[in-house]
Structure formats: C-alpha cells, structure tokens
C-alpha cells in the first residue's frame, strides 16, 4: 500500500480500480502488452495512421482555401510522414518485436526521428517541429481512442491522468467514474472545478500518479484529505467504507433543507445560488435547493470544439437554463476564455504566461464580432426571464465602459432589426483582481453589480498561478491580504447600494461561511453539491456569531491561523458541519 498526497479538490472518497490515461504533452512510459494483444497495437496504430490522414487532408484543404495552395503545403510533409512505409516498418517492429502499445511506438521512433531531423542543417532542422506535430496528432488519436472507450464503461473506476483538460472532465461518464486523480492542477483549475461540480471526488496536483498507478490497480481517491492510496490493505478500505456511510448519512441529513430559506438562525436573509457551466446543471442546483444561477460560465459553449457557437447555439442554451429556472435570476458571465479555457484551435498554439494574457474581456475585445454574437444571444434570450450578465477580468474602467458600450450597440442593432430583446439587462462585474478591487468605489458608479471571483483574485494578489501544482500550497483564500480586499470590496458595495454576491470557491467551502457572513456579504453562489451544507450553516449561525468571527480573523496575520481558527469556530457553532 502506498499513500500519495496531492491536493483534494472535490470531496468524498472513492474505492475502485484504475484506468490511467497517458497524454500527448507527457512522456509515454515504456508499457508492455501481452504478445496475443500486439496484432491489436498494431491495428490501433493503423486506425489512428488513417484518422489522422483524414484529418491533414481536411486541414490542408482548408489552408489552401484560406491562406493558398502553397501555404497549404506545409502539410505535405506531415502526410509524406504517415504514408512513409520505412517508418511504419520501425512502429510495427517496436510493437511486435518489443511487445508494446501502440503510443509507447509512436513516441520513441518519432522522437529518435526528431532527434535525427536535429542533427541536419537548419533548414531542415526546422522540420522538428513537423515530426513533434504529427507525433501528438498521432497520440491524441491513440488516446483518443481510449478516451472514447471512457465512455462506454460498464464498471466503476478511478481516472488516473497526467492532465485533462475542464471539457475533457466534464466528457467523463459520471455514472461509472467515481473518482479522479490527475497529475497535474492547482485547487481552483477549472479541471477541479468541473470534477467538483459533477460530484466526482478529486485529487489533483499529484505529480506522478500516472507513473506509480497501473490500469486495474485498486486505488482510494479520497477527495477530502487530498490523498490517493495504491493498493489499499483490507484495514484502509474498511475504513473508507465507514467513512462513506458517515458521509452518506450526513449528506441524507442535509435533504431536509432543500425547501427552507437560507437565512441565519436570528432572521437575516441570504440570497444561496448555484455554478454551472452547462444547462443541464440547473436542475442540480434547484435540487439541492439553489436559489437561482449566480455564475454561468458560458465560455463551456466554446471548450472541445473546433467550431464556435452560433448565435443560434447561445440562445438555445440561454433559454434552456431560463425555462428549467422560471422566475429565478440567472447571472450569465460573457465568455471567459483563455488561460486554462481554450478552444480547440487555441489549444495548438500555447502562450506565454497564459494567465497574464489574452483571456476573458481581453479576448473579447480583440475578438468582437465573436462577443457581439453571445451579447446578441443574451439580450434575446432576457425577454424569457430573470437575466443579468456580467463581465469577466475586468482591471480598470475604460474596459467596463467599453464592455457596456458594446452591449449598447448590440441593444441597438437588434432594436434597428425589428428582433425582440430587452434593453435593459443588469450589467455587472466579476471583481477578480486586485486592480479592480482597490477602485470598488469607481466601480460602484458603473455597474450594476458586483461578484467577486475569488479564484483569480487569489492568484493575481498572491502571485500564484492558480492551476500549478508546484505553487498549490501557496493557493489561499485565507490569505489576510486576500481577506482585506474582499471586505474591500463588500464595503464598497454597503456604501453605493451596489449588490455584492461571491461566486468563487470560497463560497463553496464550508469553513469560509461564518467569516463571509460576518464580513457582510448576503449572496453566495457556488458549486452545486456545495449547495446543502453551505445552507446548513448559514441557518445554525447568528449574525453577531458571524460578525465576532470576522472581527477576530481580520487580527490574524497568517493563513494558518485564519483556517484553524475558523475550523475551530465552525464545528463550535455547527457541530455536525465539516463531516470528514
Ligand atoms: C473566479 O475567478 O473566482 C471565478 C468564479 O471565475 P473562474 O473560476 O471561472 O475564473
Ligand atoms: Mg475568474
């Protein structure tokens, strides 16, 4: 039995047996096969040969309609590669002679290739990178091919995975993965947050899970603790069985609140509302007793296609959530890509210090017909309920008034077209950085509202990337310098009768209940399976319990003092809270 420790971001714990994706950004471990299973290898690589063909041929066609034939011919030489019978002949002897997977093939006679190709002049050099683009081509299709069967599983397991992407996670068959553990991530990647919001217990962070787990090794992911245990002795897992009826029961406890308000246990009402990323996660929230949408990430509509949404596609999914919500508001976030969140064809080209680049307004700004087209959606979609929307990144403002003034000429396009559509929509502001934060009162001028996006506010005050696995330890909410601009920023609010609502995990996370109360704010909106306990609290707490707790943690002047006390304060005041 070996224990690993990682950093858990979803929570619960999960007893079942591995499968262990490799991916194309990741040394592929030498992995035998028996001898009967190579004629398999060999037709999986002839399959993903024949995939990837397909693909180059539709790439280049479109190449050459877009830039012209002879830029289009750089993808001749990828095509020359997959059709080269002296290199087929190296794959199938690697496999056949070294009894090995396909991918293990691919990637060591590419690679020695490559290392070939390196030795030439440069013009012929620069071929390299060619050879490294059809290795991941070649891989993503051997992979894929795997991940696919994902999806047809009929028992349950344990992903294991070097890295996956949010759209990826969110592909997972929720019904027989019941556990997750990847080698890379930080707490509040969008990977872990996905896992989070399908209720799928999560380790991430881990390192080299990938190398140490086999495909069929019983594991325990146990999203709580932020472990993963190889090979568990009977002891452990029995153990891990009491601890899953214990939480079983408590979350069985929680239902009863579903239909009650959240308000603190001396009258004091709380507006509790649910994340989504996708339609379909309405009903969850509603169900674990959500008031509404206080976070749609939208840019989901976006992530594992090569296309981008229609006008058409936004507003369907727009009113999907509106119709499952009825009256209830629904906060929709206009698209936040980049950083951890691209598209397909993004995903290619990878940039520098993505976190500090071309996300989120930043992205839409330079990508405008793409922002009016969501923009467009969301003002026809309004007429069917309670929306508002609000803007991600924003630092200063000039972008806020540019955002708003898009939102103007939208507005009129559509009153020009005769198109139904509301003209007055709430226009509010994710406030996720500390430039944002520090100029609340400038803000409070503009906008509507304000929702505080505790996940990039972390990283951008704390100068930590927030899903890197090297820096996760540094990743908290707790921080007294994080805790000062959220109070920040909630007093603003208090002073401009601007409504302030917390959508970033930190809502989510039981023990941050109390303190948030007391700091002032009335609007939580987080992970839907969150939901529940997060209730839970709010409704055994008074406001002056509140108000003390805040007071006393603003006094402390390191993070660890901040959580143990607020773990002490909580199970003090609601014992039956932070079941473990
Ligand atoms: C945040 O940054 O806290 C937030 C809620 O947005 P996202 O996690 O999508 O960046
Ligand atoms: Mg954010």
Redesign the pocket.
């Known amino acids: 039995m070996k224990v690993k420790k990682g950093i858990g971001v979803s929570g619960g714990a999960a007893i079942a047996s591995a499968i262990v994706l490799d991916t194309e950004e990741f040394e592929i471990p030498e992995r035998h096969v028996p001898v009967d299973n190579t004629k398999a290898e060999l037709d999986r690589l002839k399959r993903a040969i024949g995939v990837s063909r397909k693909e180059i041929l539709d790439l280049r066609k479109r190449t050459a309609e877009k830039l012209g034939k002879e830029t289009a011919g750089i993808f001749d030489f990828h095509l020359g590669l997959l059709d080269d019978k002296q290199l087929f002949k190296q794959f199938s002897e690697t496999i056949l002679n070294g009894q090995v997977t396909a991918e293990y093939a691919v990637a060591n006679v590419l690679r020695g290739y490559a290392g070939d190709f390196r030795q030439m002049p440069e013009y012929l050099a620069e071929r390299v990178k060619d050879v490294y683009d059809v290795e991941k081509r070649l891989l993503r299709n051997l992979i894929g091919q795997r991940r696919q069967s994902l999806k047809h599983l009929t028992r349950n397991a344990a992903v294991i995975a070097h890295d996956m992407t949010p759209s990826q996670t969110a592909g997972l068959d929720r019904e027989h993965v019941v556990g997750l553990a990847i080698d890379a991530g930080g707490p509040?990647s969008?990977t872990a947050?996905v896992a989070k919001a399908m209720d799928i217990p999560a380790v991430v962070g881990l390192n080299d899970v990938t190398a140490e787990v086999s495909g069929g090794d019983r594991v325990i992911i146990d999203g709580s603790r932020g472990i993963v245990i190889i090979d568990p002795d009977e002891e452990t897992v029995e153990r891990y069985r009491q601890i899953a009826v214990r939480q079983s029961e408590f979350l069985h406890s929680l239902d009863a609140l579903r239909e009650l308000p959240a308000i603190t246990s001396d009258g004091h009402e709380v507006r509790l509302q649910g994340?989504i990323e996708f339609p379909y996660e309405v009903r969850t929230v509603l169900d674990k007793g959500g008031q509404g949408i206080g976070?749609y990430?939208t840019e989901f509509l976006f992530l594992g296609s090569d296309v981008e949404p229609t006008e058409d596609d936004h507003y369907k999914a727009y009113c999907d959530v509106l119709e499952e919500c009825g009256e209830r508001p629904v906060a929709i976030?206009t698209i936040?890509l980049g950083a951890d969140k691209f598209t397909q064809a993004r995903a290619r080209i990878p940039e520098r210090n993505p976190f500090l680049g071309l996300r989120s307004i930043r992205y839409c700004f330079q990508h405008l017909q793409m922002f009016k087209t969501q923009l467009r959606a969301i003002m026809r979609a309004a007429v069917r309920g309670n929306i508002s929307v609000m803007f991600?990144l924003i630092t200063n403002l000039l972008e806020m008034r540019q955002a708003k003034t898009i939102v103007r000429d939208v507005v009129e396009d559509l009153e020009e077209e005769g198109i139904e559509h509301r003209n007055d929509v709430p226009l509010g502001m994710?406030v996720?950085t500390p430039s944002a934060a520090l100029q609340c009162d400038g803000f409070a001028r503009e906008v509507d509202f304000f929702?505080?996006?505790?996940?990039?506010?972390v990283q951008y005050t704390l100068a930590v990337d927030r899903s890197n696995e090297q820096v996760a330890p540094m990743f908290t909410v707790a921080d007294p310098a994080v805790l000062r601009l959220i109070q920040e920023i909630i007093r603003a609010g208090q002073r401009h009768d601007v409504p302030v609502s917390l959508?970033?995990?930190m809502a989510g996370d039981p023990i941050y209940t109390i303190l948030l109360l007391g700091l002032g704010l009335r609007s939580f909106s987080c992970s839907p399976p969150a939901i529940p306990e997060i209730k839970k609290i709010i409704r055994s707490v008074t406001m002056e319990q509140a108000v003390k707790v805040a007071q006393r943690v603003l006094s402390f002047d390191s993070d660890k003092e901040v959580v143990n006390f607020l773990r002490t304060e909580t199970r003090r005041i609601v014992p039956e809270a932070l079941v473990e």
């Open positions: 509040t969008h947050i994340n976070l990430r976030r936040d991600p994710m996720e929702s505080i996006g505790t996940n990039d506010l959508c970033g995990e």
